[in-house]
């Protein structure tokens, strides 16, 4: 994929400290977590929101996040 420069994205999200969501004029959706950019196509970007989802609703449910120990859940990659 060959993507323009900066200056032609539109941010969609952004998330102090975490990263951003890029719409590249070509198309391609930019999902920057720290220093890790990954490229996708506007259909792989809404199927890994759709499996985030769900991750995070099976977190919640199951109450993993509450018995994640502080050290834990206070980091963002590992």
Same mark, same amino acid.
């Given at each position: 994929?060959? $993507? #323009?420069t900066s200056?032609?994205?539109?941010? @969609? #999200?952004?998330? =102090?400290?975490?990263? &951003? %969501? *890029? +719409? $590249?004029? $070509? &198309? *391609?959706? !930019?999902?920057?977590?720290?220093?890790?950019? %990954?490229?996708?196509?506007?259909?792989?970007? @809404?199927?890994? %929101?759709?499996? $985030?989802?769900?991750? #995070?609703?099976? @977190? *919640? @449910? =199951? &109450? +993993?996040?509450?018995?994640?120990?502080?050290?834990?859940?206070?980091?963002?990659? !590992?």
């Open positions: 994929m060959a $993507c #323009a200056e032609e994205r539109m941010m @969609l #999200a952004e998330a =102090e400290g975490l990263g &951003g %969501v *890029t +719409l $590249c004029a $070509c &198309g *391609t959706v !930019h999902l920057s977590v720290g220093a890790v950019t %990954v490229r996708l196509a506007p259909e792989a970007f @809404l199927q890994a %929101v759709k499996m $985030c989802q769900e991750a #995070a609703q099976q @977190l *919640t @449910l =199951e &109450g +993993l996040l509450q018995a994640m120990s502080p050290s834990q859940s206070n980091s963002t990659l !590992h």
